[in-house]
């Protein structure tokens, strides 16, 4: 009998309900459907965790392109990237944007990795374009020579195998 009477379209009870349900509708489900797409626009912008600048440093402080003086990779075993001939230079644009480069002459391909800079306090936040991770270096700038020292996964002997391990990285400003 209940369910006769609430979908009753003669009935003034049913009346009542379909204003409450319309009410309901109207300040319920509108504002909270209006916040979401709120909120799902405003996180697309992965930028929005990175600052460019830190506690002492900043993108415009480091922007430009840098050459290795040492290059080093402990992992599973310790590898001196220059060892080998080979120049690492590294490239920062003033929006963070990078490309890392390996060149090892007369081997191809040569190892470009991309991504966005930014800055956690004193350490170096660094989002690679091909990777969901997010690494972070420590970092020094010292009479434009800069220093990164962190943890990352590479491929350091070219077998498309990634070690995880310790990347330090002595750069002098070209």
Do not use: H
């Not at 049913?14 to 489900?29: A, C, E, K, Q, Y």
């Not at 220059?82 to 990078?98: K, V």
């Not at 660094?126 to 270096?137: I, K, Y």
Request: aromatic share 12%; proline share 2%; hydrophobic share 40%.
């Amino acid at each position: 009998m209940r369910d006769q009477f609430i979908f009753n379209s003669n009935s003034s009870y049913s009346g009542t309900l379909w204003s409450w349900l319309r009410i309901l509708r109207n300040f319920v489900w509108v504002p909270l459907i209006s916040l979401s797409l709120v909120f799902l626009v405003g996180c697309n912008d992965d930028d929005d965790d990175f600052s460019s600048s830190g506690n002492t440093l900043s993108i415009s402080d480091i922007q430009g392109d840098w050459l290795a003086n040492s290059a080093t990779f402990s992992g599973d075993q310790f590898v001196d990237m220059l060892e080998e001939p080979a120049s690492i230079t590294l490239s920062i644009a003033s929006n963070g944007a990078f490309t890392f480069s390996i060149f090892k002459p007369g081997e191809a391909p040569d190892m470009i990795t991309t991504g966005k800079l930014g800055f956690d306090g004193d350490f170096l936040a660094v989002r690679f374009d091909d990777d969901d991770e997010e690494a972070s270096f420590f970092i020094s700038l010292d009479n434009n020579i800069l220093t990164l020292r962190g943890q990352t996964e590479m491929d350091v002997t070219g077998n498309g195998v990634y070690d995880f391990g310790t990347l330090e990285l002595i750069m002098r400003r070209i």
